[in-house]
């Protein structure tokens, strides 16, 4: 009887040591998380991306695109009216990523069908560039062939809480498993060419990297890595999880560190973790800067953003701000310069 007793204190003890060893394994380096421990149904939220299954009539031939060679965005929100619109800074974005990168192809990819694309005077004039397509892609088709096929038909997306949010993040890691090239967010504007640039994300501060600036070769394992994370260990209850979280977690393994002031180019085998200056030398906690007027405000934006590569211009706080027109606030003046063709077709408020 003694021995009993003492056999099940034992099996007892390995099993509370294994069920603590799974809860650190599958919980983020930085809290615990035992969200996981339920297994997640539909959201409510799945609604807001039920537009995916809709049939269209054509979508993106993988075939088109140029490996390595192409500049990605990504509209994830449903088109319910059939015509597909960007608003005058998401489009120029996009035409900034054209006019610097004129060799490349600059892709807007869209998972809600849509019959025709908006003829309002600005989406006319990004459209005039040679190297801009909008293209819809076939959610049930897109994930073909790659890591996450099996993930999708189980309809793990659905779980998501934010669902067209993570729609942007599991595309922006697939499609450059899919093709190579760069990835970038549609609240940004690009200021230089990203010729020589290959293999790059761009850190957001000395303690985390963001996800809204990715570059990697066709086939790199990084992104492989990125791959098997999103499959593992997504999570859509929680939002920051599965963009930034991903490619920060794949390059601690990758490079074999924890600190982001430790990924060196050498460490992390030819990956360069950009400093923040390269795109986001206006913190996310600094935004109103963007459309200040005080001169001296405007003098210090612009000197600071002077060597970026882009900026982002934070979206998420950002939008309802406005730029006028014609003035000196610094989104105003950069836009006027990197998305001409689009800023002139604005009136009053951009």
């Not at 994830?76 to 610097?100: K, M």
């Not at 260990?233 to 490079?255: D, S």
Request: aromatic share 14%; net charge positive; proline share 5%.
């Amino acid at each position: 009887m003694v021995v009993f007793f003492r056999v099940k204190k034992h099996l007892l003890l390995l099993c509370a040591a294994l069920i603590i060893l799974v809860i650190v394994y599958f919980s983020d380096e930085d809290s615990l998380d035992l969200g996981w421990l339920i297994q997640p149904g539909e959201a409510p939220e799945a609604h807001l991306i039920k537009c995916y299954n809709d049939p269209q009539l054509s979508s993106l031939d993988d075939g088109s695109v140029r490996k390595n060679k192409s500049i990605f965005f990504f509209e994830t929100s449903c088109h319910h009216n059939g015509t597909f619109l960007l608003n005058s800074r998401q489009a120029c974005a996009v035409e900034s990523a054209a006019l610097v990168n004129p060799d490349k192809d600059v892709l807007v990819l869209v998972p809600s069908p849509f019959d025709k694309i908006s003829t309002q005077s600005h989406m006319t004039a990004l459209l005039s560039y040679p190297n801009v397509r909008i293209e819809h892609i076939d959610m049930s088709k897109y994930f073909i062939g790659t890591p996450l096929e099996n993930w999708y038909k189980q309809g793990r997306l659905k779980t998501s809480r934010w669902p067209t949010s993570h729609t942007s993040d599991i595309l922006r890691y697939t499609t450059l498993w899919k093709f190579g090239g760069y990835y970038v967010d549609l609240d940004v504007v690009i200021l230089k060419s990203f010729n020589g640039l290959t293999n790059f994300v761009g850190a957001e501060d000395e303690e985390d990297v963001a996800a809204g600036f990715l570059a990697f070769n066709y086939g790199h394992p990084l992104i492989h890595l990125a791959m098997l994370d999103l499959k593992y260990k997504f999570k859509g209850w929680r939002w920051g999880n599965n963009g930034p979280g991903v490619i920060t977690r794949a390059l601690k393994r990758y490079c074999r560190v924890q600190e982001v002031s430790k990924m060196t180019k050498q460490r992390c085998g030819g990956v360069e973790v950009m400093p923040p200056s390269a795109f986001y030398a206006i913190p996310w906690r600094s935004w109103m800067y963007f459309f200040a007027t005080k001169q001296s405000d405007v003098d210090w934006v612009m000197k600071t953003v002077n060597q970026s590569i882009a900026i982002h211009v934070w979206n998420f706080h950002s939008a309802s701000k406005n730029a006028t027109v014609g003035s000196n606030q610094p989104y105003i003046l950069l836009a006027s310069r990197f998305c001409p063709k689009v800023y002139a077709t604005q009136r009053t408020i951009f």
